[in-house]
Structure formats: structure tokens, C-alpha cells
């Protein structure tokens, strides 16, 4: 079975650091971007981040740069979040898409989530 399982959320402080994982199965993570979504409550979901799986290149938001990390190791990819802010709070999700990030299909395959809560 394809499978996203994300891990890692938690409540922080402004300023700390979580690390997301996003644990992929059920297909051969080489030929998909995997990309960190996340959603605030009452927002839209926006994107975060994306690695593409056959040849590394990543993508971040501008409001992220500098702070947020992406990252792949065999089966498992990473969201390193340093210098968190109360804005980033909201749920994380990953997603798979066939391609790179140049050319992708859309995202078939989406994880359930983790939360994701920046509060002093």
C-alpha cells in the first residue's frame, strides 16, 4: 500500500525547532517530489516546501527561507524547522507527485497530518 505517515509536530515556543518526517512505503520514492503542505485554521493550505526525490532540488516559500530545511534519507523525508514563529502554526501534511520540480503531475498520495503549534 502507498503510504505517507508524518511524524514529529509538536507545541514549541517562538523561536525553538521541530524536525517533521514524512515516512513514505509502497512505492519507489525516486521518481516523486514530495512536498510539505500546511494549513492555519480558517486558511487556505499553502505550500511549504519541495524536494524532488530524483534529483534533489529544492523549492521553499518565501516566508520560510533561511528558517526551514528539506531534506531526504532512503524512505524518510525531513522538514528541519528552526527560528519557529506564531505563523507557522497550523497542520503539516506531505504529499507525493510524480516528476520533478519542473514537471509534476498532481499530488495523488497525502499524508493525515501533523500539528504543528508555535506559542509561548
Known amino acids: 500500500q502507498e503510504q505517507l505517515v508524518e511524524s514529529g509536530g509538536g507545541l514549541v515556543q517562538p523561536g525553538g525547532s521541530l524536525r517533521l518526517s514524512c515516512a513514505t512505503s509502497g512505492f519507489v520514492l525516486d521518481y516523486y517530489v514530495i512536498a510539505w503542505f500546511r494549513q492555519a485554521p480558517g486558511k487556505e493550505r499553502e505550500g511549504v516546501s519541495d524536494?524532488?526525490?530524483?534529483?534533489?532540488d529544492t523549492h521553499y516559500q518565501d516566508s520560510v527561507k533561511g528558517r526551514f530545511t528539506i531534506s531526504r534519507d532512503r524512505n524518510t523525508v525531513y522538514l528541519q524547522m528552526n527560528n519557529l514563529k506564531p505563523e507557522d502554526t497550523g497542520v503539516y501534511y506531505c504529499?507525493?507527485?510524480?516528476?520533478?520540480?519542473?514537471?509534476?503531475?498532481?499530488?495523488?498520495?497525502w499524508g493525515q497530518g501533523t500539528q504543528v503549534t508555535v506559542s509561548s
Open positions: 504529499a507525493r507527485a510524480w516528476g520533478t520540480l519542473d514537471s509534476r503531475h498532481e499530488y495523488d498520495v
Open positions: 524536494i524532488s526525490c530524483s534529483d534533489g
